[in-house]
């Protein structure tokens, strides 16, 4: 049976339903030690001294490590994004901070101890002098001339600024039928796996050796920055990945935590384990999106766009060796998303500020990307009087339109925007909604639909960067029994990329799937690869397994072939057997050729055939252009997915409150090998959309002190917030991928966003009502209803008969209101 | 985590935890349930020396009623879902267990105990408007005696209670709600969230009390508004539009915080008065025993 | 300060030495190695550390150890005595995809429990109701709400035991360093 395809349960299934997964707070070695932060209680401040004489005298307490230890025998954190490389500034961002916090969160000091309670209690032994300096928290007030510095030594606020131009946007705004402008933000937002971060780290004074296991995506990568922090030899490092409980981006190294807890098992000669508690979480692995977009867009009557501009503001926090600001980078680097707008102008404004820095969340950018062009899609649909489909359709890259070169320079592959845009309007009985609105309002409920469309680039590479980049290895052998074992680059915090491998080498070997096992996350045992992000897990992982697999076929069916005496090319292989094509009957089981590899190797069917039943693999992929032409630019991602999706709310005019009541996605990630465990990856993607547009929100106050600390008041949706989805997939292959998948970890959450701001427009077509910033909380929601003009010029508000307060207080009547 | 060494008591009757609350006093902190106090201590805002767990004393977890006297007893150690499942709750006091099914999630309300909440005293507590609305009294006792405090002066301000440091809540008295119906409401930015703004409302037939609308997370205490005149004059457009007026005066100054600034905790007071109030009257018309 | 506790954990009578300030998942993971109640805030939120004390759900991060004296304590290991037994709960949860990265799991999987205990046929709205103590970050929670009535269905006997797609080898970390 073909396993392509099918929708085969994740393998690691059984044993975390048990409760028997191995996380890393689950990794507990003999004396082992353990290690508290002590964080910066200031967004800015200078560090006059430290006294850690108090907690070093406390009982329990084995060593005290500040500043002074991590200028002395630590060197500053390698960056994972090549900052220097595209003209960003940079600085030297060490373990533990000596002189100057940045923000709310950052390491001024490590306590190891024998016991959890003792370390955590020493750490307000600790006596740190501060002296305050100005804070820096509005991103545009940052960029006014004398604002205060967050990096004095750089003279300004801006990491990065960057202009993409293609055309000539001028001439097109004055050459188009109108023009207008708006500005829309999305909010500061985390990911919250439920795990959090933690690390263990095991040295070997007589072997040299340093033994780390960490809630990490990138085990190769982390190999490599320790090393570099460390100041010793890779070979000196096994990085093990236990079962990740989600990462979503934010458990990719360097992070100051990781080289402390290597560095403290070194020096005390005792395992040390560090696990993140939640407000840790929240104050620094890191945050996203926190953007304000400010466009002018010319139109014509037919709802063709020509020209637009965008200035793109993005409060990326302090900058430190963390990826995450580069999302800001991709943000702009991918508009106009998947429109066909030849003249357009983006800038690009990356404003640091005292926050906790970004770091990669799910999306990385392009969902602030997506936000932003389907805002200012329904902004030309409510200026034309055009449907919302019209202007999309209007815009869209025609699928005979690649490969598609963007203002960035960036190369689209492949796509189908109308096509799927098609099937969801036919999914979702498109033309139906205004008469079930219709019946919803005669009911008195307001309920709207909302349409977004997402472009989600995947597979990053960045020039120069060490980790992020478009390839990666596998290994796959068959032991002489017949059983195969795949040993993967890429790793799998809870996404079912190693069930997608699986298939993909069933298929290629034509064995039996259940005789698989996957083998990730190892640094001594798994070929040298760069782990989980971009999407990249099935789409590198899965393709260097198919390669590595295709090599022990060919060599298998040479040996199969001698056994049935037929040619190699005419054999096939399914379920554990190869056949002649044709002639079922005349076949030849999967391990009795294993067999003889192994133990007739001398014999008449091995016969010139190279011993040993392993290969490793690497996928090169297409589509990568790294040597910049001639405005600077590079193409940097290989594989483009489509979303298109539709949202319908209810809105409770009196009170801002939305509910989401039905979510339909179509998604064109390319070739789909495991249709449940994308299914499944969408589900939570579109989950942590609609979550980070209605219930989350990262917020800090004028002093840049973190108001949003624990899950009481940063809520993630529960069960009861979300809705059943309803999902189908359009497959448009990628051409640079030898099955044709591109990646669809990201997938479903960039078209959420602006989804469900025009559902709320869409739910009160009575008004002219602008939902321009996110979070979509009921305060805001009620605040743009209550001051939103009604189209017929009778005032503001939604019209009262929609409010529900002219409502008869009847009995009968009255318990509907709940 | 919990960083400070603590002495840890769980005493088997009310007599023992008495006791040790007079000879400890404000060192002294009292478990019930633990929602609060736990997540709290945790979090390193709550450091009590000693923590005397009240979850052993099966006497303070009964919820029985006093025919002659009409009222419903609730023991402090209650859970939220012993009350939700009661049939003296649902026969005395349904507006309570209306409120106490909001509380949280069922984790919460499995452990969650009403004392602790009515301790904790959390402005946006699901219980409290519903207390006040239903004349509630909080039985408290310490080696000093009991005293019974009616719930509108129990709640001070933002967790700030009447109970004293030596005192624990040995129970709830709650006036049987007879042929008064009731309501609540309450608004959340996700289930289990404690309510930006909450309302519970009491509807008495005419000639049996005052109707009422007690209030939740626009001040320290919940805020009661009288309705008998809106209820007496049907509900209808100028009555009810002085009942409005009244819970914007009674609201004159509501929390801002990151779920609501002012201006809209003040009409999200009025909005869920206005729909507790109808929803009761509802029920009261339509002769709804709930 | 240490104290004495007995209770029984998974049937098993257990005497236990904590130390006062421990919370019950902390016990239950670092003295008896139950390490399938996971620890995902600390503050009664997540909900990844439920386990079932006395027959009800709670969230063992709000629970002292020693409070825990005389207690009947069920974890996600108590559900079972081999792979081949698992709760019909669990296999419908591997059979219907209910989890991803399964750290909120074991606890997602006790709060299915506590919801089919008392209502074998609940509605889509009352297990969403549930299981709201649990939050789940992969999953958006609609596999899950599906492997639950899957669940119910089994266990009221109206279907048979949920089987998954294939039975595979796990894939695994290299290295289980379970101490």
Redesign the interface.
């Known amino acids: 049976m073909k396993q392509v395809g099918?929708?085969?349960?994740?393998?690691?299934?059984?044993?975390?339903?048990?409760?028997?997964?191995?996380?890393v707070?689950?990794?507990?070695?003999?004396d082992m030690a353990f290690l508290a932060f002590l964080r910066s209680p200031y967004a800015h401040a200078r560090i006059r001294s430290v006294d850690i004489s108090a907690a070093m005298a406390r009982p329990g307490v084995i060593k005290v490590l500040t500043g002074e230890d991590a200028y002395r025998d630590l060197r500053p954190i390698p960056e994972a994004w090549n900052t220097r490389e595209i003209g960003a500034k940079g600085v030297l961002w060490y373990p533990i901070v000596k002189d100057r916090v940045r923000y709310v969160g950052e390491v001024v000091a490590a306590v190891v101890a024998e016991d959890?309670?003792t370390a955590?209690?020493a750490l307000?032994d600790i006596e740190v002098d501060y002296e305050e300096l100005p804070v820096v928290t509005d991103p545009i007030k940052a960029m006014e001339p004398g604002a205060d510095l967050v990096e004095p030594a750089w003279g300004d606020n801006l990491l990065i600024t960057r202009d993409w131009i293609a055309g000539d946007v001028d001439a097109a705004l004055a050459g188009a039928d109108r023009v207008v402008t708006g500005t829309v933000r999305s909010n500061r937002i985390t990911?919250?796996?439920?795990?959090?971060r933690g690390c263990v780290a095991q040295w070997d004074a007589f072997a040299r050796k340093l033994t780390f296991?960490e809630s990490t995506q990138n085990p190769h990568p982390l190999r490599s920055f320790l090393a570099e922090t460390l100041n010793m030899s890779e070979n000196s490092i096994h990085v093990?990945?236990?079962?990740?409980?989600?990462g979503?981006g934010l458990k990719q190294p360097p992070f100051q935590e990781e080289p402390v807890v290597a560095h403290a098992a070194m020096v005390t000669g005792r395992p040390v384990k560090w696990i993140e508690?939640?407000?840790e979480n929240f104050m620094a692995t890191g945050h996203s999106r926190d953007t304000r977009f400010e466009y002018t867009v010319g139109f014509n009557a037919d709802g063709r766009v020509h020209g637009l501009r965008i200035k793109v503001i993005a409060d990326v926090g302090a900058p430190t060796a963390l990826l995450g600001w580069g999302q800001s980078f991709v943000t702009g680097y991918s508009l106009p998303g998947g429109y066909d707008i030849p003249d357009t102008n983006v800038q690009l404004y990356v404003v640091v500020t005292n926050k906790c820095p970004w770091n990669a969340y799910r999306g990385f950018g392009k969902d602030a990307q997506s936000f932003v062009m389907d805002r200012i899609m329904d902004h030309v649909a409510r200026e034309t009087g055009l449907d919302r489909t019209a202007i999309r359709y209007a815009n869209f890259i025609r699928p005979d339109d690649f490969p598609h070169s963007q203002p960035s320079g960036a190369i689209l592959d492949s796509g189908n925007y109308q096509g799927a845009l098609d099937k969801l309007l036919k999914k979702i009985d498109y033309a139906g909604f205004r008469a079930l609105q219709a019946q919803a309002a005669a009911e008195g409920r307001r309920i709207g639909l909302g349409l977004g469309q997402e472009l989600t680039p995947e597979g990053c590479a960045m020039p120069g960067a060490l980790m992020i980049s478009a390839y990666d290895g596998a290994t796959v052998r068959v032991a002489p029994s017949g059983?195969v074992t795949i040993l993967t680059g890429v790793t799998?915090?809870?996404?079912?990329n190693?069930?997608a491998f699986?298939q993909i080498a069933a298929d290629v070997l034509g064995c039996k799937?259940?005789?698989?096992?996957?083998?990730?996350?190892?640094t001594e045992?798994?070929p040298y690869g760069l782990g989980n992000y971009s999407s990249r897990g099935t789409m590198y992982g899965g393709s260097a397994t198919q390669l590595a697999a295709q090599d022990l076929r060919n060599k298998l069916a040479e040996v199969a072939a001698s056994m049935l005496e037929a040619a190699p090319a005419d054999l096939e292989a399914a379920d554990g057997t190869f056949f002649v094509q044709g002639s079922p009957d005349r076949s030849v089981a999967f391990n009795a050729v294993v067999n003889q590899v192994y133990r007739h190797t001398f014999g008449k069917h091995a016969e010139g055939v190279e011993p040993g039943l392993e290969s490793t693999r690497y996928f090169r992929m297409g589509n990568i252009y790294h040597q910049p032409e001639t405005q600077g630019r590079f193409s940097n991602y290989p594989a483009w997915p489509f979303g298109s999706s539709a949202v319908v709310v209810e809105v409770d005019p009196?009170?801002?409150?939305v509910k989401v009541l039905e979510y339909t996605l179509v998604e064109d990630a390319g070739t789909v090998i495991n249709p449940?465990?994308v299914d499944?990856?969408l589900?939570?993607?579109?989950?942590?959309g609609i979550g980070s547009a209605m219930?989350e929100?990262i917020?800090y106050d004028e002093n840049g002190q973190l108001?949003?600390a624990?899950?009481?008041?940063y809520?993630?949706?529960?069960?009861?917030?979300?809705p059943?989805?309803s999902i189908e997939h359009q497959e448009t292959p990628s051409p640079f991928t030898p099955l044709g998948m591109k990646g669809a970890g990201e997938s479903g959450l960039g078209s959420t966003l602006g989804a469900l701001c025009g559902a709320i427009e869409d739910a009160f077509p009575e008004l002219d009502l602008r939902i321009t910033d996110l979070p979509l909380?009921?305060?805001r929601v009620?605040?743009s209803l209550r001051t939103a003009p009604r189209k017929d010029g009778s005032g503001f508000g939604p019209s009262p008969s929609a409010t529900g307060a002219a409502r008869p207080?009847?009995?009968?009547?009255?318990?509907a209101?709940? | 985590?919990?960083?400070?060494e603590l002495q840890f008591h769980r005493p088997g009757s009310v007599a023992e935890a008495l006791e040790l609350l007079a000879r400890h006093g404000d060192d002294a902190k009292i478990l019930g349930g633990g929602m609060s106090l736990v997540p709290t201590m945790t979090?390193g805002l709550a450091r009590p020396e000693i923590v005397i767990s009240l979850n052993h004393i099966t006497e303070l977890r009964v919820i029985a009623e006093d025919a002659a006297a009409g009222t419903l007893r609730i023991g402090g150690t209650a859970r939220h879902n012993d009350v939700i499942a009661s049939p003296l709750v649902a026969r005395h006091a349904p507006l309570l267990a209306d409120a106490a099914r909001h509380i949280g999630?069922m984790q919460v309300r499995n452990r969650g105990t009403i004392g602790g909440s009515v301790a904790h005293a959390d402005p946006a507590a699901d219980y409290l408007p519903a207390l006040v609305a239903l004349d509630a009294s909080v039985v408290v006792r310490s080696t000093r005696g009991e005293r019974v405090i009616p719930a509108a002066e129990f709640f001070i301000d933002v967790m700030a209670t009447a109970l004293a440091p030596d005192e624990l809540i040995a129970e709830i008295r709650v006036p049987s709600q007879g042929t008064a119906r009731g309501a609540y409401?309450r608004?959340t930015?996700?289930?289990?969230?404690?309510a930006?703004v909450n309302a519970a409302a009491l509807v008495r037939p005419a000639g049996s009390g005052a109707s009422v609308v007690a209030i939740g997370g626009v001040a320290g205490a919940p805020v009661a508004v009288d309705a008998s005149t809106a209820v007496s004059a049907?509900?209808?457009g100028s009555a009810?539009a002085a009942f409005e007026d009244a819970v914007r005066a009674a609201c004159p100054e509501p929390f801002e915080d990151?779920?609501?600034?002012a201006v809209?905790r003040r009409?999200?007071a009025v909005?869920h008065a206005r729909?507790a109030l109808?929803?009761a009257?509802?029920?009261a018309?339509?002769g709804v025993t709930v | 300060m240490q104290t004495t506790i007995k209770l029984t954990v998974n049937g098993r009578a257990r005497t236990v030495e904590v130390?006062s300030?421990m919370i019950l998942a902390d016990m239950l993971?670092d003295q008896l190695r139950?390490?399938?109640?996971?620890?995902?805030?600390?503050?009664g939120?997540?909900g990844?550390c439920t386990v079932m004390l006395d027959g009800r759900t709670v969230k063992s991060c709000c629970v002292l150890a020693a409070d825990a004296d005389g207690a009947d304590v069920l974890?996600?290991?108590g559900l079972?005595t081999s792979?081949d037994d698992?709760h019909p709960i669990?296999q419908a949860?591997?059979?219907?995809?209910?989890?991803?990265?399964?750290?909120?799991?074991?606890g997602m999987?006790l709060s299915a429990k506590q919801l089919l205990d008392a209502n074998p046929d609940p509605t889509?709205d009352e297990?969403?109701?549930g299981?709201?103590?649990?939050?789940?970050?992969?999953?958006?929670?609609?596999?899950?709400?599906e492997s639950i009535q899957d669940a119910a269905r089994v266990l009221r006997g109206e279907a048979s035991a949920p089987s998954?797609?294939?039975?595979?080898?796990?894939?695994?970390?290299?290295?289980?360093?379970?101490?």
């Open positions: 099918r929708r085969v349960t994740g393998l690691t299934n059984t044993q975390l339903a048990a409760g028997k997964g191995t996380f707070n689950d990794v507990v070695l003999p959890r309670w955590a209690a307000d990911g919250v796996s439920i795990e959090g296991w093990i990945q236990p079962h990740v409980g989600g979503f508690e939640r407000a059983e799998s915090p809870g996404c079912g190693e069930t699986a799937l259940e005789t698989i096992r996957v083998i990730q996350g190892d045992l798994c009196q009170t801002g409150m449940l465990l499944a990856n589900h939570g993607a579109i989950t942590q219930y929100n917020s108001q949003t624990t899950l009481m008041d809520t993630i949706p529960t069960a009861i917030e979300m059943m989805f909380t009921p305060n009620w605040q207080a009847v009995a009968g009547a009255v318990e209101i709940r | 985590m919990i960083t400070a979090l999630d409401r608004l930015r996700v289930e289990g969230s404690f930006i049907g509900l209808t009810l990151l779920n609501g600034d809209y009409e999200m909005i729909r109808l929803a009257a509802g029920r018309a339509a | 130390d300030r993971r139950l390490t399938g109640t996971h620890i995902g805030c600390g503050t939120n997540c990844a974890t996600v290991e079972y792979p698992l669990q949860f591997i059979a219907n995809q209910g989890l991803q990265c399964g750290y909120c799991t074991p999987i889509e297990i969403r109701h299981i709201s103590g649990n939050l789940c970050r992969c999953t958006g929670y609609h596999f899950i709400v998954a797609s294939i039975t595979g080898l796990p894939a695994s970390p290299a290295t289980d360093v379970a101490g």
